[in-house]
């Protein structure tokens, strides 16, 4: 009794290993790459955050605003703020190459939005939800919504 494989099963083995490895390669390669819509709705998702953290430290309105060439998403204090801009409360964040990413007020209780250029992020929260729309040059989008945030409600505001 001869101990180890013949030459056909060997070529068997190869063969069935090819065939599913020539399956499983192009699937393995795509997952690992990055979906730029979902990745700019992620930054979107991080700069909101960081604006909120940001204003909470510094006791200071932010505004959240894109500008084009090249698309950057960033964070700076208000203009009529008491402190001109630092590098604690300012950031900036360049976009994925071919998207473009609009800011809109949601109005309440109506699907309605209307775009704006800026979001204003204060110590205290934002009181309007809005969203980010993410699109590419094939109209495919992606959409992340934020919903009023408040951490204490200015006098006068009801919710």
């Known amino acids: 009794m001869s ?4 030459l056909l099963e060997v070529l068997l083995t ?5 065939m599913v490895a020539t399956l ?10 990055i979906d730029p819509l979902s990745e700019t709705t992620a930054i979107l998702t991080r700069m909101v955050h960081t604006a909120q ?8 309105p932010l505004r959240l605003f894109i500008t084009d060439s090249p698309p950057t998403l960033h964070i700076q204090p208000l203009p009529d703020s ?7 409360t300012s950031s900036s964040t360049l976009l994925p ?10 109005e309440r209780g109506i699907a309605r939005t209307t775009a704006t250029t800026e ?17 590419d040059n094939h109209g495919n989008e992606k959409k992340v919504s934020f919903s009023a945030f408040l951490l ?8």
């Open 119 to 135: 979001i204003t992020i204060t110590p205290d929260g934002y009181a309007l939800p809005f969203s980010g729309v993410a699109r």
């Open 24 to 33: 499983a390669i192009p699937r393995l390669l795509t997952m690992g790459a």
């Open 3 to 6: 101990r180890g494989f013949t």
């Open 152 to 159: 204490k409600i200015p006098e006068g505001v009801t919710r």
């Open 53 to 60: 953290r940001l204003s909470v430290t510094s006791h200071l």
């Open 97 to 106: 190459d071919n998207i473009s990413l609009t800011l809109a007020h949601e």
């Open 14 to 18: 190869l063969a069935i290993l090819s």
């Open 82 to 88: 008491q402190t001109a801009a630092t590098a604690q």
